[in-house]
């Protein structure tokens, strides 16, 4: 349910909305969303500041119930 909804929230940000693909990875400490997009968008979804990072990871939190969960948007220009 995660995956679906940070799937749809960054889809509403982004120009390339099918290039967008969310994973969800379990780590010890609790789930992890790793969130790629197209790279001229990643600039869109991190926001100023990290505005736009901070509010996703805001909803999803109040969406996990508690649960912990951690949303990396993932560089993919960095990552070969």
């Known amino acids: 349910m995660l ?3 940070l ?5 509403g940000i982004v120009d390339h ?3 967008v693909v ?4 379990n780590a010890r400490f609790g789930d992890v969303l790793e969130v790629r997009v197209h790279p001229d968008d990643l600039g869109r979804v991190i926001g100023r500041r ?3 990072a901070g509010a996703l990871r805001t909803v999803l939190g109040a969406l996990s119930g ?3 969960v951690r949303v990396d948007i993932v560089d993919t220009d960095r990552i070969r």
Do not use: F, P
């Open 3 to 5: 995956e679906e909804a």
């Open 50 to 52: 990290g505005r736009t």
């Open 7 to 11: 799937e749809h929230l960054v889809k």
């Open 22 to 25: 969310v994973r969800q990875k």
């Open 17 to 19: 909305d099918g290039d």
């Open 66 to 68: 508690g649960k912990k």
